[in-house]
């Protein structure tokens, strides 16, 4: 979002918030992303209009208290609460917070910040808790979530089909190795006291004997997972983004994302840089903010170091799956 509204009232993160103190947050979220909205239209338009605009784009205060009760009243008037088109599934510490982040900067997604957790922990609550969650949007435009446990969820695809059989679904892959370890060094930095990558991620080091039963272990097995979501959703409702080329082209895996979702190639090359400090990249600076916008500290961490034996084991544990996965999805990943 592009508007000092926005900036200056900004929706804080919650993690996995539920109930009336995440529905109070997101109803001010809703209208701040619809006068965003405007904003962008005004901006699109040329328009000087105080119809389309909001305390960003007028040139003195004297517009605001108007302007703002407007922007409520077409939201209220047009706006709608709406259960999502599309879903971010998957999967953890694959890159998601970055597809979420990067996606919402264009002006036909409006994206629910936090992630809600509806089919894999809040299900009981009910289809209209779940709507109630998200933010208010236009008939033109799509509603997006993301919750990555979604995708290791054995009753989400039936559940998400239940919702809708016409969901579009993202599943953002990583090099399951990497994955592991970053999973790993993310526990570490809350649980310090706990055993060694090493220990966790084999029952027998030296047979070679992985620990599948261990979470960061088995997310990686992409094509087990994968088998359970075919048989609720066709093949051509989900896209695959490589968490590699994310850092490498974010432009062009965001290119392939909004083909996906049916949308115009708005978001760019020239929306990015490079963060040599984080290592991977960021939105540049909006006009209106003196800050460039990048994901939080947690993300970046340095990675715990591995032997370089572990990781080899490793490999040869998961090129099995990772072949397998890569017919079924006709896309090679290049992990190995």
């Known amino acids: 979002m592009t508007n000092k509204g926005y900036e200056g009232k900004r929706c804080p993160p919650s993690k996995n918030a539920g109930g009336k103190k995440l529905l109070g947050k997101l109803d001010d979220c809703a209208s701040l992303e619809v006068r965003s909205a405007l904003d962008e239209s005004a901006a699109q338009r040329g328009s000087s209009d105080p119809r389309y605009l909001t305390k960003a784009s ?4 004297t517009y605001w208290a108007d302007t703002k009760l407007r922007n409520m009243s077409v939201a209220q008037r047009y706006g709608n609460k709406k259960l999502p088109n599309a879903l971010i599934v998957g999967v953890k510490k694959g890159g998601t917070r970055a597809v979420l982040e990067f996606i919402r900067i264009h002006p036909d997604v409006r994206a629910l910040g936090t992630e809600p957790h509806f089919f ?3 299900y009981d609550r009910g289809l209209e808790w779940y709507r109630g969650l998200m933010p208010r949007t236009l008939d033109s435009q799509i509603t997006l979530e993301k919750t990555p446990s979604y995708f290791v969820t054995r009753d989400a695809p039936r559940r ?6 016409e969901t579009k679904l993202i599943v953002v892959v990583r090099n399951p190795v990497t994955r592991a370890i970053s999973d790993y060094t993310q526990t570490l930095s809350k649980k310090p006291d706990i055993p060694t990558f090493e220990e966790l991620a084999f029952k027998n080091r030296s047979l070679g004997l992985v620990d599948t039963s261990w979470n960061a272990i088995r997310i990686g097995m992409y094509i087990l997972h994968l088998e359970n979501w075919l048989q609720y959703f066709r093949l051509s409702q989900m896209h695959f983004v490589s968490g590699e080329r994310l850092i490498t082209d974010p432009a062009g895996e965001m290119g392939r994302v909004q083909d996906f979702l049916g949308l115009k ?7 990015f840089y490079f963060n040599r400090t984080k290592g991977f990249p960021c939105l ?3 006009e209106s903010s003196s800050q460039p916008r990048c994901l939080g500290k947690s993300k970046g961490r340095t990675h715990v170091q591995i032997e370089e ?4 084991q490793l490999k040869e544990f998961y090129k099995p799956f990772n072949i397998k996965f890569f017919e079924t999805v006709g896309q090679d990943f290049k992990w190995e």
């Open 58 to 61: 007028a040139s003195s205060g």
């Open 265 to 271: 190639r708005i978001i760019t090359d020239k929306h």
């Open 284 to 286: 540049k600076k909006p």
């Open 160 to 165: 998400i089909s239940s919702m809708s059989h």
């Open 309 to 312: 034996e572990v990781i080899e």
């Open 120 to 122: 894999d922990r809040n």
